[in-house]
T-cell receptor
Framework: GQQLNQSPQSMFIQEGEDVSMNCTSS?????WLWYKQDPGEGPVLLIALYKAGELTSNGRLTAQFGITRKDSFLNISASIPSDVGIYFC??????????FGTGTKLQVIP | DAGITQSPRYKITETGRQVTLMCHQT?????MFWYRQDLGHGLRLIYYSAAADITDKGEVPDGYVVSRSKTENFPLTLESATRSQTSVYFCASGRAGGGTDTQYFGPGTRLTVL
């Protein structure tokens, strides 16, 4: 099935640095969701975006719904060791038709 | 306050056996989903349900059966398990409509078929 193009695939950063990742699609979505998944656990919803251009924050996390409705961005400020994990985006079309991103693996060096 | 739970968390079974994975949510979400997650394939939708007694196939439904007699429960049955069904299975639930679609995932069931 289709997966959204998410970049970067993986990244190593120093503790305290800011992180940016994005998700792009050839299709338009009505909703963008961002999740974090720790090893052995289920994905945890971080941020939900519902309007083109919307910018939403959750603590140190900020996400944006792209104006074209075909992309979304997630930023993490001042990274800490517990930010380690896999982050992935999900685009929703009508009534829960979900397409997931390929994931960004984040490693934080203390 | 449980949210969405899955049981068992780990299961080992043998080829040909029937296995049922349970999923329970306490939010009264109308939608429920079953996904499998495999390296290189990401999350793939097996089945979903828009409401009690309404189910539909996803991307990879073969070999699986679902039912939804109550809004809060959505069991997934592997009728005759095969090695290719070794995977991590996630249940999710969500609301839809009203411009606030979401999906929340359970903790997963790691299934090994020998």
């Amino acid at each position: 099935g289709q997966q959204l193009n998410q970049s970067p695939q993986s990244m190593f950063i120093q503790e305290g640095e800011d992180v940016s990742m994005n998700c792009t699609s050839s299709s338009i979505f009505n909703t963008w969701l961002w999740y974090k998944q720790d090893p052995g656990e289920g994905p945890v919803l971080l941020i939900a975006l519902y309007k083109a251009g919307e910018l939403t924050s959750n603590g140190r996390l900020t996400a944006q719904f792209g104006i074209t409705r075909k992309d979304s961005f997630l930023n993490i400020s001042a990274s800490i060791p517990s930010d380690v994990g896999i982050y992935f985006c999900a685009g929703l079309g009508g009534y829960q038709k979900v397409t997931f991103g390929t994931g960004t693996k984040l490693q934080v060096i203390p | 306050d449980a949210g969405i739970t899955q049981s068992p968390r780990y299961k080992i079974t043998e080829t040909g056996r029937q296995v049922t994975l349970m999923c329970h949510q306490t939010w009264s979400h109308s939608y429920m989903f079953w996904y499998r997650q495999d390296l290189g394939h990401g999350l793939r939708l097996i089945y979903y349900s828009a409401a009690a007694d309404i189910t539909d196939k996803g991307e990879v439904p073969d070999g699986y059966v679902v039912s939804r007699s109550k809004t809060e429960n959505f069991p997934l049955t592997l009728e005759s398990a095969t090695r290719s069904q070794t995977s991590v299975y996630f249940c999710a639930s969500g609301r839809a409509g009203g411009g606030t679609d979401t999906q929340y995932f359970g903790p997963g069931t790691r299934l090994t078929v020998l």
